[in-house]
């Protein structure tokens, strides 16, 4: 019997043919791949933009009578992004919930493969493959050190044992809120301004959400290290992304 990430089994005997999504880069990944089976999905799902299906609220705050409403043969989740308690009461209705579990780049490719070949019981797509060999290859040489806030007013910003955090390491950056003095419980720090714009710091990526930074608000903020808008999605979605974050950031 199939498991998900965190062991649940799946009591899937045939491949699903309607799919719920609670995860936007899983509502990306499955509509590049195998948009036909997808009939619901929340309304932070915003790519690909022209998806036509059925909403079911956000991420924290899904509508589970909606979900259920659509007859799913399966549902995928995430654990950090979505509630546990969500993922009970759905099974508690008898719906199949996939929850995927990743933390860094290594642990997205496996868990996007075994949602792929045992959860969606698909072919894997040319995208993961692709990625998997983009994300293989050998660390490049350092570039220096950096840091991402994701929020302002609170300044809050990315820490350890984090799939963005890994990721630019994997890349050359080395994350100065990830370090050996970093509480390895705390992955998303509440910091000061000057935590992040201090000596020792090269580069603030400022992404487009959760909080959307942009040319007028953020960069003003940094008077000592330079700052580069970037797509968020880039640094914290799995999946297709993955692809385009390697040949947009690496090089």
Partial sequence: MPLDDLGAPSDLTTPPRRVVSLVPSLT???????RDLLVGATGWCTHPADLDVARVRGTK??????????????????KEENRELDVRRLRERGVTVWVTDIEDVPSAL???????VE????????WLERAEHLWGAPAPAARG???VPIWRDPWMAVGPRTYTSDLLTRI????????????????YPHVDLADLDRPG????????????????????AFTRVPTRLVSGRLLTWYGPAMVEAHEVLAP
Avoid at 28 to 34: L, Q
Avoid at 61 to 78: G, K, R, Y
């Fill in 201 to 220: 710091v090269d580069l603030a990526l400022l992404p487009d959400e959760p909080y959307e930074f942009t040319a007028d608000d953020g960069p003003e």
């Fill in 61 to 78: 705050i899904p509508d589970l009578t909606a979900v259920a409403d659509l007859s799913p043969d399966l549902v995928v989740a995430n």
């Fill in 28 to 34: 990306e990944a499955i509509a590049t791949s195998c």
């Fill in 172 to 187: 050359g950056w080395t994350n100065a809120l990830a370090g050996p003095d970093a509480d390895p419980d705390d992955r």
């Fill in 110 to 116: 496996t868990s996007m493969r075994r949602l792929w």
């Fill in 145 to 147: 050190t950096v840091v």
């Fill in 119 to 126: 959860g969606l019981q698909q072919p894997v797509p040319d």
